[in-house]
């Protein structure tokens, strides 16, 4: 399997209420990397049983061709829901991963990772190319606190995602524009993600998007995300996922480089020289390593990349 088919990319998770069958219909026509279909906050506890119903007949229905990844936030594990919602939902045929909410401790995952392995044996045997991800919002300062354990919790585990709101509600925090009171708990997502080689870091939601001034402050939210090391970002509505994916996605400049490092790489080593330049930067082996992961990316994300190695073929190490 390529790198580019390993990768996980999810620029964008876009959740959409399973009550509503206006909307699950909606969603299909978008193009996203990766939509959530709710059972969690979005849905009563009297429509529950309705939903699971909603969703499973749309997982169970042919792909839409521009959704990456179909996902389902099931109620978190203390709730009571959670069960019934596996129950339901395991059935679906194109189900690719769990968002499971408040994750404040291993044996959160470790529940999901047993009722996955009984209900579903084939997808979660030691060499199945495909098992159920799962996706765990970290919500509180216990979550923050165990992140280790959380991280080793479960093979099946794909991502770590942000969930500001109900960790502000934890501390008692309140939400600023500059974000400056989640850093330690974003800081600590990000870092615990890459130690663990989790592929997907999501974070927060923006509440606001709509007029050019809440364009204005998705854009500089997503931006400050990826300074910080996420490679995504929740979104609660679809006007928010052309910019998001923009923002999380590699720009064409950046693939353009990171080819011309690939190809000026492969001819230094054919001609046995191990310190090279490119535009009067030293390349060294951790950019060259960044530059794979770039291309790998942009090669899931859409990319014609074989006609930009056409296009660089005669670049030569400096």
């Not at 990766?34 to 529950?48: G, M, N, Q, W």
């Not at 708990?185 to 615990?192: D, E, N, W, Y």
């Not at 929740?234 to 064409?252: A, D, K, S, T």
Request: with cysteine.
């Amino acid at each position: 399997m390529s790198s580019a088919a390993q990768q996980v990319v999810r620029r964008a998770q876009l959740y959409v209420p399973g009550s509503s069958m206006r909307f699950l219909e909606k969603s299909r026509s978008l193009a996203v990397d990766s939509i959530a279909y709710d059972l969690e906050d979005s849905v009563t506890p009297s429509k529950k049983p309705e939903s699971r119903e909603n969703i499973l007949s749309i997982l169970n229905r042919d792909r839409a061709p521009s959704i990456r990844e179909q996902a389902v936030r099931i109620n978190s594990v203390s709730s009571g829901f959670a069960l019934q919602d596996l129950t339901t939902i395991l059935r679906g045929t194109h189900l690719d991963a769990l968002v499971v909410p408040k994750v404040d401790r291993p044996s959160d995952l470790h529940f999901i990772t047993d009722v996955l392995r009984q209900a579903l044996p084939d997808r979660h045997a030691p060499d199945s190319p495909n098992p159920v991800k799962i996706i765990a919002l970290i919500e509180s300062a216990r979550a923050i606190t165990d992140l280790n354990g959380i991280c080793a919790a479960s093979p099946y585990l794909s991502g770590l995602t942000f969930a500001a709101e109900d960790f502000a509600l934890d501390l008692s925090i309140t939400r600023t524009p500059d974000l400056h009171e989640f850093t330690y708990a974003r800081s600590a997502i990000v870092t615990a993600a890459r130690a663990f080689e989790i592929p997907s870091a999501l974070d927060l939601v923006s509440t606001t998007f709509r007029g050019e001034a809440g364009v204005k402050a998705l854009r500089a939210e997503s931006e400050n995300g990826r300074r910080f090391g996420f490679n995504g970002k929740q979104c609660i509505h679809p006007e928010q996922v052309r910019l998001v994916q923009g923002v999380f996605g590699p720009e064409e400049k950046e693939v353009q480089w990171a080819v011309r490092v690939l190809i000026c790489d492969r001819k230094a080593d054919e001609q046995g020289r191990g310190a090279w330049t490119l535009d009067g930067k030293m390349i060294d082996v951790p950019v060259v390593g960044k530059a794979r992961a770039i291309v790998a990316k942009a090669e899931v994300c859409g990319f014609d990349v074989r006609e930009m190695w056409e296009k660089f073929g005669d670049e030569e190490p400096q």
